[in-house]
């Protein structure tokens, strides 16, 4: 059931927002929900290399020459892996170490949209929420597809909601684990903007309503391990947190 | 809306084939109806190399080593490229002429599963349906990813129908270009079979009702191109016939 949120309010609605709602009239605090994924996508696009550090630390993990991309080509994730704000990351028995965080800008579509200009490719935006990227790196490295590196069931926290308002050119991103911050970075300061990735995808594709985009992540991310805690804030929009336990 | 299909009739039915459904009492002859995609999924997996002669056709394509696989690792495809039986696969007019078809069988999840073996692996399996990987090569080639040249909007043709009943071990795969048998395998003939991709899948992930999982094709594909005709023939499924026409 989704609500709108003011402050530590949420009013119940009925209905989805990317369609029609209406308040039911009953009103929580924040702190006396249950937080669900704000949207299950319909596609689940990601970007792979879109900051340029990151770029460079993936290169030396994969041992080949850091290249930068020269074109917006997207990826794809799947919703099996999604879990909610506070859910637990379930770290398989038999992953490596090499569990990484990968803090996200996400991206929801609101309306339908084909072959849009990077002037107008903003305008089928609904709002943005917040995604961790957990990845496997043994399983990076060696199966021919992300399938198991990046979508072992609940390796894709999202959340905590979706903010319609931002000010894409003053939001951080800061990623904290165990409240220490790993990694601090300029969140719209990406190889290719949002609106260069919406325009390009959409020459060829038709973005829909629930449609999410990953925008990458920035810096060398850090392994995490069962006890641990990983928040994602990206300022303007929240914090995303989730624990880490190793699978029972 | 979906029907039963039996012979050339199609009982009308409310509801959905992998929740509950009832006749609404309506019947149809099947030359009479407008066919949809029989499903779309909630993550839409595909395997890419799963053929021993594909495989060896593929990395001469590729100028690669042909290698088979060593383990089933499975890849993704978009729904917004999905089309249905009778549809016409929109050729980009900036695509190259390498534009091929992909004739492959389609396992249809019908219930939620993890951990599966494979000896209990087809235990949630719904049934089977066809699809055209329609592949543009020469961005298969340049992408960082397969998102233009295997998911541009209607490069999926799926259907025409989903078969319940089948025996996997007698089926032929044909795929006729403008009515010319261009390739023939056995369908079941695959370097990982359905039953061990699921189990490994499920090792990780959970399966869920409406996921699909594509099984990649065989031989070595012929170009497509404006006025042409591909079908892809599944014996003990049907055909699913699409005309070729370019982007107006």
Known sequence: MYGLLEGEIVQEMLGSPLETYEPTGRVWRLSSVKIEVPIVPRTFYAVGLNYVSHVKSSAAFMRR???????????????????????????????????????????????????LSEGEALSCVFGYTIGNDVSERSWQATDRTLWRSKNTDTFKPMGPWIETEVDLNGMQTIVRLNGTAMVRFKTNDMVFSIARYISAMSQYLTLHPGDVIWMGTDGIPANIKHGDTVEIEITGIGTLRNPVALEK
Chains 1, 2 share one sequence.
């Open 65 to 115: 020459q850091s290249e930068t991309p020269d074109k917006p080509d997207v990826g794809y994730r799947a919703v099996n892996a999604l879990i909610a704000h506070d859910e637990p990351i379930i770290v398989p028995k038999d992953a490596s170490e090499e569990i990484q965080y990968e803090g996200e800008l996400v991206v929801v579509i609101g309306k339908k949209a084909k072959r």
